[in-house]
């Protein structure tokens, strides 16, 4: 089985939102299902920020959308977005 990369954006509720502490959910939410190979706090506009996660998973089909909807429902969280995919 074959490995993907797969670049989510992660938008916090509000500005007043630690993203530190977000990941660190985030991190526990898809432990088993994914590794997580980059991750950084990006400024966007207005003081508002994006985490964008850089994760290893296995190539099986629904699985970064199984990833994306348990990062959704992550408190804090207001949307996720796949912004890329590419097998390594």
């Not at 299902?33 to 991750?39: E, G, L, P, Q």
Request: charged letters at 35%.
């Amino acid at each position: 089985m074959g490995k993907v990369i797969a670049v989510l954006k992660v938008f916090p509720e509000s500005t007043n939102i630690d993203m530190d502490a977000l990941l660190e959910q985030i991190k526990e939410k898809i432990s088993g299902d994914a590794d997580i190979r980059d991750a950084r706090t990006e400024d966007i506009a207005f003081g508002l920020k994006v985490l964008r996660i850089a994760l290893v998973v296995p190539e099986v089909e629904g699985v970064v959308e199984s990833i994306e909807e348990k990062v959704r429902t992550i408190k804090g969280v207001s949307e996720v977005e796949v912004e890329g995919m590419t097998r390594l």
